[in-house]
């Protein structure tokens, strides 16, 4: 297994990825195919799959390695259980949508359940209860509730769970499961690639152009990559496309911590109403023992507003809560939400006949993944799926998120002054070995890092997408943007997108 650009700048070991991944080619020529897909995580590789299983020639291309993005690093509950949301999607966008909202899902995850079976993949896959939990309010609860029993969703509503975090009350929806997902998805690989499909990893894509016949796609290597078809599955699109992504999408990090516990530990799939959220879960670990996997304490990336760690909170609460102490692994991605709440999953605009997208999954892109896969597969082949127009990506109607819209624009526009006027308190003698943040210089402003050796990395923070000003993320020591979510390491390097281009060095 090769490294990838960005192990060296990963401080934190996802479970998921502890036996690496499978290594690819990089693309060293330019390339002709049906579909080419960009991104391989949960969206591009169901895609790949379903596409080359009608016949076509399919190309995925990942700016790193494969399920290195928020796939590699998720929480892998299969569930259409997405937090408190129905409720909301049915004052928000009426009672049939809220419904198509949940059969899409639901339909994603028992095709999961089917490839699982059928393919006999070995991914510690359970079948498990999901439910919310609410400490101070019921009644919120009781209102999804309700919301359940409109829309026919089968359901619990109980102060039964199966450990005692003080929950007021719990609403469970049974039969969801759990994996692993990226032994999942080596094997939808393997399926893919024995079918003929071909991935290059280390292969950003930069540009791409649409004509009458297809498209034309630039690397970052100057390849040119024709296809009839594109996808990108890569979060924000590489290229804006006219489509407004930008201001239609929010990015949101979180964190997860995880424990060795015993093998007797109680089973079960549960995440709390309140904010900032708890997530937890099982997964089998070795010599018979479990891992709890806690996750939450998400914010809008960049824009971290507590002291000390995300990660120790999370621990804290697991000390509290069920007196673990082996914590053995954290990790943290991010994920974007569109105002409307529900995800992008076809034509990048209505002025688009052959570039799709697929984004937007709220964390909850396991299910919402391996659906936008569906729709995708079924606009390319012109079969009519059920789901295609309430996830279509230029039909979202932002009027009925209006509130949202306004506000997260209002945010951006926000983030983007107060970065400017915002004056740094610390100098360069102040950065302790491990730690960075903003300081005065002779140029003003500045971004620098101690390295354990004592030598100080300094960056312009001006975020090379759009420029906002980027705040230092001391859990995972980067420079995060708060405006659409690019991340960069401590010397600059580009680790997540919108951007292309890394940090000036200073
Ligand atoms: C902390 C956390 C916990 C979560 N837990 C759950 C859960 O329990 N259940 C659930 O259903 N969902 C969960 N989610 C959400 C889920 O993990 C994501 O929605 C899903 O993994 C997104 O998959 P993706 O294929 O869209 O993106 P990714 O897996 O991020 O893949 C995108 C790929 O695109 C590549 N890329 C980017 N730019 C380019 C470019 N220019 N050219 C080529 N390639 C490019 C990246 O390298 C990356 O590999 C969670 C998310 C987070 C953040
Ligand atoms: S300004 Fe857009 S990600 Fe930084």
Known sequence: ?????????????????????????????????????????????????????????????????????????????????????????????????????????????????????????????????????????????????????????AGEFTDEMPYDIGAAAVLKMPNQFQFHPVKYLKALLDEYIKHGGEIYEKTRLLDADEHSNGVEAKTEDGYVIKAKKLIAATHFPFVDFKGLYFSRLKPERSYTSAAIVDGSFAEGMYISAENPTKSIRMTPYKDGKKLLIIGGEGHKTGQNDIEGSRYQRLESFAKAKFGVTDFKYRWSSQDLYT?????????????????????????????????????????????????????????????????????????????????????????EEDILSGEGGIIKDHSGKTG?????????????????????????????????????????SFDGAVLEGPAVTPLKKK
């Open 339 to 427: 105002v409307s709440g529900i995800p992008y999953a076809g034509l990048v605009t209505g002025h688009h006949d052959h570039i799709y997208i697929a984004t937007g999954f709220r964390k909850w892109g396991m299910t919402g993944g391996t659906a936008a896969a569906h729709i995708i597969k079924d606009l390319i082949t012109h079969k009519h799926n059920r789901f295609q127009e309430l996830f279509n990506p230029a039909d979202h109607d932002v009027s009925s998120s209006i509130g949202t819209f306004v506000s997260e624009n209002a945010n951006v526009g926000a983030e983007l002054v107060k970065g400017k006027l915002k004056s740094p308190g610390k100098t």
């Open 1 to 153: 297994m090769g490294e990838s650009f960005i192990d060296q700048y990963i401080i934190n070991q996802s479970y998921w990825l502890e036996d690496g991944v499978p290594d690819a080619e990089k693309l060293t020529d330019n390339h002709e195919t049906d579909i080419l897909i960009a991104g391989a995580g949960i969206a591009g590789i169901t895609a790949g799959l379903l596409l080359i299983k009608e016949g076509f020639k399919v190309t995925i291309a990942d700016a790193n390695r494969v399920f290195q993005g928020t796939t590699g690093y998720t929480t892998a509950k299969v569930t259409a259980q997405h937090g408190m949301v129905y409720d909301q999607f049915i004052s928000q966008h009426g009672k049939e949508k809220a419904k198509l909202y949940y059969d899409a899902n639901t339909e994603a995850m028992n095709w999961m359940k089917q490839q699982i079976s059928e393919h006999e993949i070995d991914c510690d896959f359970s079948v498990q209860e999901a439910g919310i939990y609410t400490i101070d309010q019921p009644e919120q609860l009781e209102k999804e509730w309700k919301a359940y029993q409109t829309l026919g969703i």
């Open 448 to 488: 620098a890092y101690r390295d354990e050796e004592g030598n100080l990395h300094k960056v312009d923070i001006t975020c090379t997408h759009m420029g906002c000003e980027c705040a230092w993320n001391q859990d995972e020591r980067s420079w995060d943007c708060p405006c659409h979510g690019s991340r960069f």
